[in-house]
């Protein structure tokens, strides 16, 4: 039996992994998180070193697949809960399951000559991986949920027939929940017998590519990329930054700056294209609205006020207010399973019958 911890299963790698995973027989799926509302979960977060893990077994082997990260953080690397909390994971793991492997997310943005908090906390966490002999999962943009940041401005820009982005011309990769997903399986599934680095990613293309690629999918072929002079796009994101926080835009443009090109374990083109083309599909007929709302709504009450707010004018504004009312109303109904068959008796009520839409989309 494999044994599996995933850590981060409220963000939206996490839960489709964890969800995706327990599908499988051969998988018994714990999940480490702040309230743990079933038995088998594990109460933990970042700044807990105190951790309950159930005793190992015989003929079992333990895998930790690291996703969870606190993007609020941005204190310098030894100070940063990100990092002394995920050292202290790993330790507390290796010591109660000798011979678990630790799976751990990083991305192509993370380098020594990248001295965001972000990059330099998720390299010196690699750094330990490597000392360990465990295993690094590398990934770029991810292209198939629609509410990734990148993906999300990206296809903002590709919508207008003139895109003025910075540093049009450096190569990034792209990466797909799906693809994570496949790759985690058969790591897993290889027993360990496999290389400690590996990268779930496409080949490179320019932004310029990228853009224009996602515009012509958009029926928008005639769009013009103009490049901005990385000094010039540093001062508009340095003053961005002190008006706009969370979005952290300094930290995405010095990420695309010193973004690293890998070469090995490639995905094919084809599985990429069919993902960006199904998030387009999703952000056209808001699918997304719907998830967001039906999973995501006791999360957002966690947050402040401004973020509750935020998230519910969003809705409003993108779904409208009578397929807003609907939309809350269904997801007043208790369980998941009785919220989409309640979604889909109502659907024709909606100004727009998102699932149908979708379906026939797909056909």
């Known amino acids: 039996m494999n044994n ?11 839960r489709h ?13 714990v999940i480490l998180k702040r309230k743990n509302n079933t038995f088998r979960d594990i109460k933990w977060n970042l700044q807990n070193t105190d951790i309950d893990w159930p005793e190992p077994e015989l003929k079992s082997s333990y895998w930790l697949i690291h996703l969870a990260y606190d993007w609020y953080d941005r204190a310098l690397t030894k100070n940063n809960k990100n990092y002394n909390g995920s050292i202290a994971l790993f330790d507390s793991f290796c010591k109660k399951f000798h011979g678990g492997k630790i799976i751990f997310l990083s991305t192509t943005v993370s380098s020594e000559e990248n001295r965001s908090s972000y990059s330099q906390t998720k390299t010196e966490l690699t750094k330990w991986i490597n000392m360990n002999n465990q295993i690094i999962l590398k990934c770029g943009i991810f292209v198939d949920y629609p509410v990734f940041g990148q993906f999300n401005f990206i296809n903002f820009l590709s ?11 450096k190569f990034v ?10 790759t985690v399986i058969k790591i897993i599934k290889s027993n360990s017998r496999i290389d400690n680095n590996i990268s779930c990613l496409s080949a490179p293309l320019t932004l310029n590519s990228l853009h224009k690629k996602i515009a012509a999918l958009k029926g928008n072929d005639n769009m013009l990329v103009i490049n901005l002079p990385y000094y010039l796009a540093l001062i ?7 008006v706009l926080k969370k979005l952290r835009l300094l930290e995405k443009l010095n990420g695309l700056k010193f973004n690293k090109e890998m070469q090995n374990n490639l995905l094919d083109d084809e599985s990429i294209d069919n993902s960006i083309q199904m998030n387009l599909i999703k952000i056209k007929h808001r699918l997304y609205i719907l998830e967001a709302n039906l999973f995501f709504k006791s999360f957002v009450r966690t947050q402040n006020y401004f973020v509750t707010m935020r ?25 998941k399973t009785l ?6 008796l109502l659907s ?16």
């Open 4 to 14: 599996i911890f995933i850590t981060g299963a409220s963000g939206n790698l996490g």
């Open 348 to 363: 024709p009520l909606l100004q727009r019958p998102y699932i149908h839409s979708y379906l026939r989309s797909k056909k």
């Open 159 to 169: 919508s207008l027939p003139i895109a003025i982005i910075p540093l049009k011309n």
């Open 311 to 335: 998230f519910y004018i969003g809705a409003l504004k993108r779904v409208g207010a009578r397929n807003f009312f609907i939309i809350n109303l269904i997801s007043l109904i208790p369980g």
């Open 173 to 182: 990769q792209l990466s797909s929940r799906e693809a994570v997903k496949d």
């Open 236 to 242: 508009f994101m340095f003053v961005g930054n002190m």
């Open 339 to 344: 919220k989409f068959a309640c979604y889909l």
């Open 17 to 29: 992994l964890s969800v995706e995973l327990k599908k499988r027989k051969d998988f018994k799926v």
